[in-house]
């Protein structure tokens, strides 16, 4: 009789342990992950009228390690879902993503199967212009893209301040969302450092998922 309880025990506590471990889909994961801002957190959840904000999101192929049984995109997710829904439907918002290459990056060459650097570090796609009233149709792209590839942040960037936002005397918002630091040799730090002492409408928040020390130099310098 003994052994028969404790072996119900043990099948229970498996049971429970599979459960918490299944994580297939972002709509499984409901927790409420506090999301490190590096840098003052109020900016992220407080948009003027006339500003226009742009996630920048990470999508390489390390945002699919987890934080205890959590993918830690999943954890990327629930922060912008956060910011989304203190911000009010009408905030101008829109979607770059990085780490996701829009063609094989797989080579043939004299040395065997390479993976094409050219490709991995220009992976950068803007996947929603900005507009008011985006923020659901932001989550649900979100929740629908696997990570892979690269950490091209410089060159997301560039492309950001190039072609996302709209011209007029609206005040340009970036919210760069990453698990780590440029990986394709830019330097983000000094084209944002040139950025703001050129440009007077730009201003960048950073959300850091789980970074190491080294990331975060880079990214509190960004």
Known sequence: MKKFK??????????????????????????????????????????RYDEEVLFIVDFSGSMNSKMGFTPKIYLAIDAIKD??????????????????????????????????????????QLVLPISRYNADSLADSLSNINPQGGTPIGYSLRQAVKYDFNEGLHTKHIILVTDGGENCGDNPCQFIKNLMQSRDDFKIDVIGITVDRNAYSQLNCI
């Open 6 to 47: 404790i072996l119900t025990i043990i099948l229970f506590l498996c049971l429970v342990c599979l459960t918490t471990l299944k994580t297939d889909s972002y709509q499984e994961f409901s927790g409420n992950y506090t999301y490190q801002a590096i840098g003052d957190e109020n900016t992220l959840n407080k948009f």
């Open 83 to 124: 910011i989304l829904e203190k911000s009010g439907k009408e905030t101008r918002v829109g979607l770059r993503i990085f780490g996701v290459p829009d063609r094989n990056a797989l080579v043939q060459t004299s040395r065997g199967i390479m993976v094409d650097k050219s490709v991995i570090c220009s992976a950068s």
